[in-house]
């Protein structure tokens, strides 16, 4: 067989003998190790390079919802084999994933991780993932070593194959060659499934990669007791896949929300960080006023941080910069200058991409930005509820306000759950899950938006398309069981500028 000219394929796996005078050398490779080499650069583990450093939680904080992880994780009599964990942008659940994967490593029942990224080309697309918990039951598990090994030994295209493929021929059909592993609970951790975006249609392939495994547990199950904890923001298609009967009985759901108490593990995080900054060698030589922070200063944040751990993290970040005074960083933090904010030392500048990167990601966004301009001024004309009249922030109001037809507002909001509180059905309201969601508006449209001290500040000139609505008589309807309402409303004078 000559190679002479040849081109555009790979050989993996097998046995190679090289032949040079009299004497023969064989060669083995090692399937296992071209898996590893398949996934090498990916850099998706929780304790990838690539990830460094990743974000955790902090000792003495969630303690609450990792006890229930962990209590899940090793509980034999339940049926609920994937555990949901959901909560919007920011609040934490990246923290909590690299917390249970590190612990899950050391005492030795993780199987794999898999941390999705939407700015990561390597970590954004689920080529890697099923190959990656191949590897990782390869290697945890070692009589599954062997069976993966063949597998890929007598067909090397399965490491380029379709998700499904992966999953049956890496992951169940060698599972399946084992006795009963009794006792043993393994773990896959996926977290950002919701960043999951690589592909053009990147909200099908999320769906589809929980469809996967939730078809395939019934098969698993008498072999091995394999646990998926998935972490994601409330995305609608991925709420739907976990709607859907296949996961009625596999499925804890869990959102992250105020059950567990965030203000209160906030507060530990910025006491013990700000003792961490004022104790340390390299602030020796800063005098700190004897109470620092100033009384109130942490419950004040704790306020602003309405429970989304990026906000603590971020201050904190800020406040220790390295070169910088952090009593004045503080100071920047709780009294920022509106006309300096959007410079390169803004204190939110993390929260700013954050946000972008969410809002940007929506194939509606000049819609979307439309909408939310409308949202704004309805909340800082306070005419959610004022005493003279009483405009619902829902959906078919906004559109009425705005003029766009029935429907455009519950589309252009799809997927926008891990930044707004969207609650329905039938008077579903939108309300701005945290006042830092329109940071990224300021870069999509900078000359209409811009940040000042406690909130966002909206040029009177640049209202949008809505305006001329909004400065004339209008007419808001709502209908009641018993009556019919009509609420007429008239408002005057130029648009504010704050919100608070």
Request: charged share 20%; proline share 5%.
């Amino acid at each position: 067989m000559s190679f002479v000219n040849s081109q555009g394929f790979n050989i993996s796996g097998g046995q190679f003998t090289n032949v040079a005078g009299d004497q023969h050398y064989h060669q083995f490779v090692d399937p296992i190790l071209t898996l590893s080499q398949a996934i090498k650069d990916v850099g998706a583990n929780h304790n990838s390079e690539t990830r460094h450093p990743p974000p955790k939680c902090h000792p003495d904080t969630r303690k609450g919802v990792l006890n229930e992880i962990y209590n899940w994780i090793h509980s034999e009599s339940s049926d609920e084999l994937v555990f949901w964990l959901y909560g919007p942008a920011g609040a934490g659940k990246s923290a909590i994933a690299q917390t249970i994967a590190e612990t899950a490593q050391k005492q030795g029942y993780l199987v794999s991780s898999f941390f999705f990224s939407r700015s990561d080309a390597n970590r954004n697309t689920a080529n890697s993932l099923f190959l990656t918990v191949a590897f990782g039951l390869a290697i945890s598990i070692p009589e599954l070593r062997e069976p993966i090994g063949q597998v890929i030994q007598r067909n090397s295209s399965i490491l380029q194959a379709s998700l499904d493929e992966q999953y049956q021929k890496l992951i169940v059909e060698p599972c399946m060659t084992l006795g009963r592993l009794d006792g043993c609970s393994w773990l896959v951790i996926v977290d950002g499934l919701d960043e999951c975006s690589g592909s053009r249609y990147a909200s099908q392939e999320q769906q589809r990669i929980l469809f996967i495994i939730a078809k395939a547990m019934a098969t698993l199950t008498p072999y091995i007791r394999v646990h998926f904890l998935i972490c994601s923001r409330p995305e609608p298609l991925i709420r739907e896949a976990f709607d859907t009967n296949i996961f009625r009985q596999l499925l804890r759901r869990v959102a992250l929300d105020n059950t567990f108490s965030p203000g209160h593990d906030i507060r530990i995080f910025l006491n013990t960080e700000f003792k961490r900054i004022r104790t340390s060698p390299r602030n020796h030589h800063i005098q700190f006023p004897i109470l620092w922070p100033a009384r109130g200063v942490v419950n004040e944040l704790v306020q602003k941080a309405r429970g989304q751990f990026i906000y603590a993290a971020t201050v904190v970040k800020f406040v220790d910069s390295e070169y910088s005074n952090p009593c004045e960083q503080l100071e920047i933090v709780l009294h920022p200058d509106p006309h300096s904010d959007l410079e390169l030392g803004s204190p939110f500048a993390d929260l700013d991409m954050l946000y972008h990167q969410i809002l940007s990601s929506n194939p509606q966004g000049s819609k979307l930005r439309e909408i939310l301009r409308a949202l704004v001024v309805l909340k800082q004309e306070g005419l959610y509820e004022s005493s003279w009249c009483r405009i619902s922030p829902t959906p078919r109001n906004i559109e009425a306000l705005i003029m766009l037809h029935k429907g455009d507002v519950i589309t252009a909001l799809r997927g926008m759950h891990s930044v707004l509180d969207i609650r329905g059905p039938q008077m579903i309201f939108v309300s701005f899950m945290h006042r830092l969601v329109i940071f990224s508006m300021m870069l999509n449209d900078p000359g209409n938006f811009s940040l000042g001290a406690n909130g966002i500040n909206m040029d009177s000139s640049h209202v949008g398309s809505f305006a001329p609505l909004i400065a004339t008589s209008k007419f808001v309807v709502e209908m009641k069981p018993c009556y019919c309402r009509m609420t007429f409303f008239v408002l005057l004078g130029g648009i504010g500028h704050s919100i608070a």
